[in-house]
């Protein structure tokens, strides 16, 4: 199948499916400049795996080096703009309201593109909580709003949570800690009701979000992947768009109705 003959399968799936659902990973933020975990990293942090710093293990060990890591990360998230790809889901959103977006990205991206129906599975990374979780899962801090007698050394450590003490840290979802129960039920019952699933720009490596495309396939969903290289949901997609989201999403929409 030609490249357009795939755009056009994909268009006439969107055109005929009443419910849609996207799941979206690092990838589809990549032409925004957001580098995944998995990117070779440059400068100070090179020396560092970031899976090894994403961990309570890790936070537990070195609470500054872990909250300095997200400091880094927050800035570069701070510059992003949407990309084309971004923008080309909001656009399928417009023409098919009943489709959401199911993300493991941190970064607000989506929202940012005007995208309604978005569902954080890993969290944001511009919110900050109580590590401890003090008064319920999240205990979300206002940074800025931390009050002046709370003295802490920035040099050495994070800020702590204004109730109990604890350190603050990012409000994402760290390797080997479980997702937020709302978001994923949702994400689960919105992936076996939908009739087309379109998995953009994620490696189907971790799991539970892996295991949601599958879900949609077993309940009769057709599965479309965009994304330049194979990854672990290739080989249960209907229909594959072997290119960068930013470049093959825009494709897809103006051939939509
Ligand atoms: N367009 C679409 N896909 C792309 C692009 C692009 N421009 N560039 C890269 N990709 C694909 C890669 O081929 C890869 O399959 O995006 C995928 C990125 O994979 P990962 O880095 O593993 O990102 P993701 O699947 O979102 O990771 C899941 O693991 O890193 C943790 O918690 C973090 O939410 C993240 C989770």
């Known amino acids: 199948m030609t490249t357009q ?4 399968a994909a268009a006439r799936l969107i055109n005929g499916a009443k419910k849609i659902a996207v ?3 690092a990838g589809v933020s990549k032409e925004s400049g957001v580098p995944t975990f998995r990117d070779a990293l440059e400068g100070l942090w090179a020396r560092y795996d970031p899976q090894e710093l994403a961990t309570p293990q890790a936070f537990q060990r ?7 890591w997200y400091e880094f990360r927050r800035k570069m998230v701070r510059k992003a ?3 084309p790809g971004h923008v080309a889901l909001t656009e399928i959103q417009k023409r098919k309201p009943d489709t959401w977006i199911i993300t493991q ?3 607000d991206l989506h929202e940012q593109a005007g995208s309604q129906n978005v569902i954080h599975l890993h969290g944001n990374i511009a919110s900050t909580k109580c590590s401890a979780d003090c008064c319920g899962k999240p205990t979300l801090i206002d940074l800025d709003a931390l009050p002046d007698t709370l ?3 920035a040099e ?3 800020p702590p949570c204004p109730y109990c003490g604890a350190y603050a840290r990012p409000d994402v979802v760290w390797f080997g800690e479980v997702l937020p ?5 949702h994400a689960h019952d919105l992936s076996v009701a939908c009739d087309v699933m379109i998995v953009v720009g994620t490696s189907g490596l971790v799991t539970p979000a892996a295991n949601l495309p599958h879900y949609a396939k077993r309940a009769g969903a057709m599965v479309v992947e965009v994304n330049p290289d194979h990854s672990m949901i290739s080989p249960i997609a209907d229909l594959r768009l072997e290119a960068p989201s930013g470049q093959a999403l825009p494709r897809v929409v103006e051939r939509l109705n």
């Open 5 to 8: 003959a795939k755009i056009d």
């Open 23 to 25: 799941l979206t990973g």
């Open 62 to 68: 070195n609470p500054k080096l872990v909250w300095d």
């Open 81 to 83: 703009k949407p990309n």
């Open 105 to 107: 990205n941190v970064d």
């Open 151 to 153: 003295k802490w050394d």
């Open 156 to 158: 050495k450590q994070p």
């Open 181 to 185: 129960a709302d978001a994923l039920s």
